[in-house]
């Protein structure tokens, strides 16, 4: 059981170029969302979806797209990179489309550069 | 909107003695509350959770956490620390929009060190 995984790992991108963030878990979860994380401000959601078909927009969306066409794979994809993209990303899964009191279980995180 | 707070950036101990991790939070209507370590360079793991019942939690680790309705708090404590305890701690709170899905609200995050 592999949970969550991410790839790459570590990633450096020039201004402007595009890249996709690839996410894939084999625990059947419904739930599924990208987080980044940046020093003193914690995680931030920036896309979640909560089946096959359906995502929605968190607290920081812009210059990000998602789509879900599989329960397993929830892609986060770069459009134009800016340096204020430079960050960790986490995509994260749980079990259940409402259920709120369900583990949400994370990858080891995307290490990404933009210069 | 939910929000927490962790309002300790670092928290240094001494290992063998007890830690505290605070957090505050602000929701309305009944909390659902988290805690999550995230040890460097890795993903962030889950620790335990508040959801009903009773107000000390126990989690992985050792680790426990009160929840205090009155002062709305939801503080991470263990009763005697290890060095390999050394790691980012977040607290997070469910937030439910009307007519939304849930998510989880993360606060910024408490780098805790244990000294030897």
């Known amino acids: 059981n592999a949970g969550v995984t991410q790839t790459p790992k570590f990633q450096v991108l020039k201004t402007g170029q595009s890249m996709t963030l690839q996410c894939a878990q084999d625990m059947n979860h419904e739930y599924m969302s990208w987080y980044r994380q940046d020093p003193g401000m914690g995680l931030r959601l920036i896309h979640y979806?909560?089946?096959?078909?359906?995502?929605d927009q968190g607290e920081v969306p812009n210059g990000y797209n998602v789509s879900r066409s599989t329960t397993e794979d929830f892609p986060l994809r770069l459009l134009s990179a800016a340096p204020s993209q430079t960050s960790v990303y986490f995509c994260?899964?749980?079990?259940?489309?409402?259920?709120?009191?369900?583990?949400?279980?994370f990858g080891e995180g995307s290490w990404l550069t933009v210069v | 909107a939910q929000s927490v707070a962790q309002p300790e950036d670092q928290v240094n101990v001494a290992e063998g003695n007890p830690l505290t991790v605070k957090c505050t939070y602000s929701?309305?209507?009944?909390?659902?509350l988290f805690w999550y370590v995230q040890y460097p360079n890795r993903g962030l793991q889950f620790l335990l959770k508040y959801i009903t019942g009773d107000n000390l939690v126990k989690g992985s680790y050792g680790f426990e956490a009160e929840f205090n309705k009155s002062q709305t708090s939801f503080h991470l404590k263990k009763p005697s620390a290890l060095v390999s305890d050394s790691a980012l701690y977040f607290c997070?709170?469910?937030?439910?929009?009307?007519?939304?899905?849930?998510?989880?609200?993360f606060g910024a995050g408490t780098r805790l060190a244990v000294h030897p």
């Open positions: 979806s909560v089946g096959a078909g359906i995502t």
């Open positions: 997070a709170v469910r937030d439910r929009p009307p007519g939304g899905y849930n998510k989880l609200i």
């Open positions: 994260a899964s749980r079990q259940g489309q409402g259920s709120s009191g369900n583990t949400i279980y």
């Open positions: 929701v309305s209507g009944n909390p659902y």
